[in-house]
């Protein structure tokens, strides 16, 4: 009898087996979470609940490495050849089954048929750029063209457009495959395989009728986008019926707070570390054990890209990690989607010796200038600021006012309340009586600037929760209004803007104190487009952040008129 090596089975090489050798010999850098998930599945190798049977999984990396070819540059054309992790992923979800006395046991009944495969769904989390869409693309076309007749298998994710990127990647393979339609068929319903009866098609958010099908197996792509989890969850209904149904969940780190990656990651979580008992979910995960340790040892970066060298370029990351340590946002966006670190809001948008500029001005040195003026009148009710900016030389000189109603002061924290005495004595904030503001102390205050100093206030930003009627007085006074409105696409640019000139001191505040305040409570909050929008630094929510808002929207203002602007504060400069 010929003596099995430490990489095979009963059945032949395991690729499982082989990639934690890798691991445990330090050939292959792996993180603890992945660590955690390989020894819980070798220790079930003994398992008598288990069977652990490779034929299925390796038909599937054979149909892969012989009949799937990559539809993309630099590789298109060229066959599949799966990197390792990709096989021992493919491996374990397939090759783990239910024996007869593991099944009645785990679900007190008999099962319907033998060697049933006992996980249902994995979570495959993993830093971009490492290939996960194509491989889980050539998993579709395999389940597809191999799998049992009759099967719907889903794309799905957020939006259409999502869905849409792995759904392409199948249809694409099959061109190559089957280029001139003999066996498959596609149109606006979805990819047919013409002999058994199998179909792929597309779901999202924003699909109609999600509920009612008759789901085999999902891709869930980049589900770190979803707030909750319908889409999920009818799939999951939909799989009711089914025997041995497949769900693949695929996606990076994302933004959204405790949307569903977040909940499907702790209960994951739980499972790896034994807290509850879930034999059914496969937790994938390529996460650093440690933020330190990405800007600390290149080595460590593997643990989130495993195709690190193959397909993502290691130049990539470090290109991205320059960019990232002068860009806050970069730096969010790069932790989260290249190396799998979890963002929140409770990180400030620029540290204090960022903001600090000690240098002021003279509002008489600005008298017949040109300005730029930004309000926001909140719609809260309580703090509203209106502002004024300067442009000189290339650098921004600003002036503000704040404004609050007389009833908010005895909300104030004990904190905050002296410094709000302090800065309405000094006259920094105009008291309204009553609960509200009035807002034609605001209109008097740029009537004020106007008559005292000539300032020329080109046009004044506001924002949508102004109110209407105060709209109307300005512009009936002869003010140039324009609506800002705060959305991901009209803030990202101009809040990245003054990110940028507050690091580099080109903006003058007048070392304000309580522009430095609103400063200080400002963090940013970032999409999956790289878009970023002002928030409050979290655990901060009685805070103020509307003198940074208004410094945004006269950016906004001035990107959009900068040439007209600065010609005419050209001439009356």
Known sequence: ???????????????????????????????????????????????????????????????????????????????FHLELWEKAFIEAFYSFKWSEHGYEEYYGEKPPKELLRRFKKAILLIARKNGKSTLCAALGLTELMCGTGGNDIVCSSNDDAQANIIFEEINNMREQFDPKDKRTHKNMKGIFNLRNKSKVFKISDRTKNKEGRNIDGAILDESNEMTDNVIAKSIDQSQSTKDEPWFINITTEGFVNDGYLDDEL????????????????????????????????????????PSL???????????????????????????????????????????????????????????????????DLSKSGDLACARMMFIRKGKKYTRAQYFIPESKLALLTSEDLPKFTEWIREGRIT????????????????IKMVKEFGIKFYKIGYDKWSAVYWVKEMEETGFDMVRVTQDWAPISEPMKLVEADLRSKLINYNDDSLDRWCLENTALTINNKMEIMPIKVQGKEDKKIDGAVTIIFCYRVYIDNRSEFLELAKRAG
């Open 1 to 79: 009898m010929r003596l099995m090596n430490s990489c095979e089975t009963q059945q032949g090489h395991s690729y499982l087996l082989e990639y934690n050798m890798a691991i445990k010999d330090d050939e292959i850098i792996a993180g603890m979470e992945l660590i955690q998930q390989l020894d819980n599945l070798i220790e079930d190798l003994d398992n008598p609940a288990f069977v652990y049977d490779t034929k299925d999984a390796h038909f599937r990396i054979n149909f892969i490495e012989n009949f799937c070819k990559h539809t993309k540059s630099p590789f298109y054309g060229v066959p």
């Open 266 to 305: 702790k209960y994951g979580r739980s499972v790896l570390a034994k807290e509850i008992e879930d034999h059914t979910i496969l937790v994938w995960l390529y996460t650093q054990d440690s933020e330190a340790e990405v800007w600390q040892d290149q080595k460590s970066w593997s643990k989130s890209n």
């Open 309 to 375: 060298g193959t397909i993502k370029k290691p130049k990539y990351i470090k290109d991205q990690i320059r960019t990232a340590q002068h860009k806050k946002a970069e730096r969010i966006f790069m932790l989260a989607k290249d190396f799998n670190i979890k963002q929140n809001n409770a990180a400030a948008w620029l540290m204090a010796e960022e903001l600090a500029n000690d240098s002021t001005f003279d509002l008489e040195e600005f008298r017949g200038s040109f300005a730029i003026g930004g309000v």
């Open 431 to 446: 008291v309204s009586d009553g609960n509200e503001n009035d807002f034609r102390l605001v209109t008097a205050w740029f």
